[in-house]
């Protein structure tokens, strides 16, 4: 079975500034998926970056980018130049890359990290 | 386009009433899911569908029951709930293809109180 650790359960970082949100995960399986997921305060959850595992070079999605080392299993999130829109909580899952049955399929996903971008 | 839809965003039911939950995508995928988060909580697999067949079901009470009435609409049946089944009710569609379920994208929510 999978896990996903996120082991912050808040932080804070000033408007503009850059912050970076930890993920650990375990997991058997060569190849899979990893996700950050962010969910405002209106609840909407929002697909923010996603990472093949078989692919070395880290994602990027504008100002949002993740440092993925297989080895040590880690998978942050760097936000950088921080908007008050940022404010959310933030979920990092994992996904294996095949296999539909049970729990192949399945998103697995950390506790989520709330964070705040003050003005 | 990568939009789901859902209705409606809030209900608020008694614990005899029957309502139902839809949710509908235009993306062309085949596979679609149903989640129920809880506050400041990850969202909890709920059920799973395949090319409108049931794949998966997380052990979820029959007082929840799914349907899939085409590959683009997903519908969540309520009756005789609880007080503690009020969450937030997320669906998600993702691409299948092969043996591969791809990146899910979810929709904005149905907040149900059951009172």
């Known amino acids: 079975a999978q896990t996903v650790t996120q082991s912050q359960p808040e932080m804070s970082v000033q408007e503009a500034e850059t912050v970076t949100l930890s993920c650990t995960y375990d997991t058997s399986e060569n190849n899979y998926y990893l996700f950050w997921y962010k969910q405002p305060p209106s609840r909407q959850m929002i697909l923010v970056i996603r990472?093949?595992?078989?692919?070395?070079q880290n994602a990027t999605e504008n100002r949002f980018s993740v440092n993925f080392q297989k080895a040590a299993k880690s998978f942050s999130l760097k936000i950088s130049d921080s908007q008050l829109g940022d404010t959310a909580m933030y979920f990092c899952?994992?996904?294996?890359?095949?296999?539909?049955?049970?729990?192949?399929?399945?998103?697995?996903f950390g506790k989520g990290i709330t964070l705040s971008v003050r003005p | 386009d990568t939009e789901v839809t859902q209705t409606p965003k809030h209900l608020v039911m008694g614990m005899t009433n029957k309502k139902s939950l839809k949710c509908e995508q235009h993306?062309?995928?085949?596979?679609m899911y149903w989640y129920k988060q809880k506050a400041k909580k990850p969202p909890e697999l709920m059920f799973v569908?395949?090319?409108?067949?049931?794949?998966i079901n997380e052990s979820v009470p029959s007082r929840f029951s799914p349907e899939c009435p085409n590959s683009s609409l997903l519908n969540l049946h309520l009756h005789a709930l609880q007080p503690e089944d009020s969450a937030l009710y997320l669906c998600a569609s993702s691409r299948e293809r092969r043996t591969v379920r791809e990146t899910q994208y979810f929709g904005p929510g149905t907040r149900l109180l059951v009172l």
């Open positions: 990472q093949e595992a078989y692919k070395q």
């Open positions: 899952a994992f996904m294996k890359h095949s296999g539909l049955t049970g729990a192949n399929s399945k998103l697995t």
């Open positions: 993306m062309g995928h085949r596979a």
């Open positions: 569908y395949s090319y409108e067949k049931l794949s």
